[in-house]
């Protein structure tokens, strides 16, 4: 497995459109992205950027998030999403997390995720459903 120090870290750009808004104050003031949006979007770029860290059959899955979610994003605006690797424990592998929008910081944090074998880990499906 790949050490923190080999540089792992990934860069992605989304564009804010009406799917990943939220618009609750009312008329005047237009959409914005929503959390819920930011962390899926820090969690699937950190799911990306592990992916050099696995064998076969494996996948990652989120076991914790911490996100301070800093600033506004409307509508139509690029955001661009940052991790990187900081720390692997075995299975566990932890990210540090930022996001920008064109005008500034929006996001700053880190997720853990943790490598799994995928037949395990449909075996255990399975079984929770008997």
């Keep these: 497995m790949a050490n923190p120090e080999q540089n792992i870290q990934l860069e992605r750009t989304q564009v804010v459109r009406e799917p990943v808004c ?3 104050m009312g008329p005047g003031v237009q959409p914005v992205l929503s959390t819920p949006s930011l962390i899926m979007w820090l969690e699937m ?10 064998g076969q059959d494996e996948e990652t899955v989120g076991t914790a998030m911490d996100l301070k979610h800093l600033a ?5 605006m690029k955001v661009t999403l940052k991790t990187r690797v900081v720390e692997i424990k075995g299975r566990r592998i932890r ?8 005008v500034e910081k929006i996001a700053e944090g880190w997720h ?18 008997e």
């Design 112 to 129: 853990e995720r943790a490598r799994v074998s995928v037949p395990r880990f449909a075996a255990y499906l399975e079984q929770k459903k």
């Design 22 to 24: 939220i618009d609750f």
């Design 45 to 54: 770029a950190s799911r990306e950027a592990a992916a050099p860290l696995l």
């Design 95 to 102: 990210f540090q997390l930022e996001a920008f929008d064109e």
């Design 72 to 76: 506004p994003t409307p509508l139509g």
